[in-house]
């Protein structure tokens, strides 16, 4: 059978995407109540694993066949090359991380950006040290939690409005998010297209690079602080910055992602051990850290790749696909139905990997049915799915930053801040309508 031919023969049925539904309705509608009872976090709080189960009962109950034939069918998408695959990449790249940052990998990180970036560029600068952290550690949270302290308090010094200042350190998260090798969603986009980070990175880059630095120029031009903060000389060692810049050139160079994140774990060991940051017992505790650190994306990897296989079989997958092919005209608009789809789903569920996870198989269909490349196709999903999450005011995020504002800002004193996001979106929509070389 020839790629996409299966499309022409098959609409699929609606019934067959039901249970994906329920996964979304339980996801979103526990956060919704729980937000209008007022808990911190309220999105975060039902693990996305336990979500989805209900879902998974509701298939075998929903869908034809002996529960057998159906276990088979869940177990074969459980355990797909492509989700083991990524499955053990978030356990290394989770190791990495926890073993980087014990050892003072991440402090080190901050404080040489806010020791050489000149005061009077207060927001530029936290755009920049937020992408370097973002990019190097794999994770926006990451940055938000070590920078959004020092942006509330240098905003207070500065004269700079704190929304402005967390509006600079959301893009730069974001857009370290986007283009780190080792994040979340750069695993899961590449891994669901079937691409090589290498080349989705040097797709997301000529995307990122012109926003990011546009909206550096606008930073520069819009937030002169009124008084200039004094400058100070914080502690760190540029050695432990090492194992960040290494990962990622490796990666870079096309070197294999196990061998690339295996590699950086031993490094960040060796110079731990060096500084006294650790023995080797709580060296391989560390690392064990990294491993439980990702369990709950590691399960709703495995239990999303059975779900899949269960709604690709009952015809869900085939249904989204012939209602999507009637408003796609080409292989233009069928990159825009692509981020059309993984940013709806990432508004629902506020989770930007989780929304990768669900739109990977039908983004690949889509690929192989209007010839699109899938570089540009990993890209997309993790470009728009970022756009949403760090847009979204129940975002991990947006609610994190905020947490440390003591209710001074809102969410809606930084949604129309977010340059970064506005600009990614429009070179991402020139991109896909305009380019005309294959990358």
Known sequence: MKKGEHMEKNKGTFKGLIPFLVFVGIYLGSGIALEIKGMDMAFYQLPAPIAIFPAIVCAFFLFKGTIKEKFETFLEGCGHQDIITMCIIYLLAGGFAVVSKSMGGVDSTVNLGLTYIPAHYIAPGLFIIAGFISTATGTSVGAIVSLTPIAVGLSDKSGVSMAFLLAALMGGAMFGDNLSVISDTTIAATKTQGVDMRDKFKVN????????????????????P???????????SLIKVLPYIFVLVLALLGMNVFAVLTAGIVLSGIIGFTHGDFTLLSYGKEIYNGFTGMTEIFILSLLTGGLAALVTKAGGIDWILSIIQKKIKGKKTAKLGIGFLVTLTDIAVANNTVAIIINGPIAKEICEKYDVDPKESAAILDIFSCIAQGAIPYGAQMLIMLSFTKGSVSPFDIIPLL??????????IIFIFYKKSKI
């Open 419 to 428: 340059w970064y996001q506005m600009l990614l979106m429009v070179f991402t």
């Open 226 to 236: 009124d008084v200039v903060a004094e400058s100070q000389i914080y502690t760190y």
């Open 205 to 224: 880059i000529k995307i990122a690079a012109p926003a990011a630095v546009l909206t550096l120029i606008l930073l520069v031009i819009f937030g002169k």
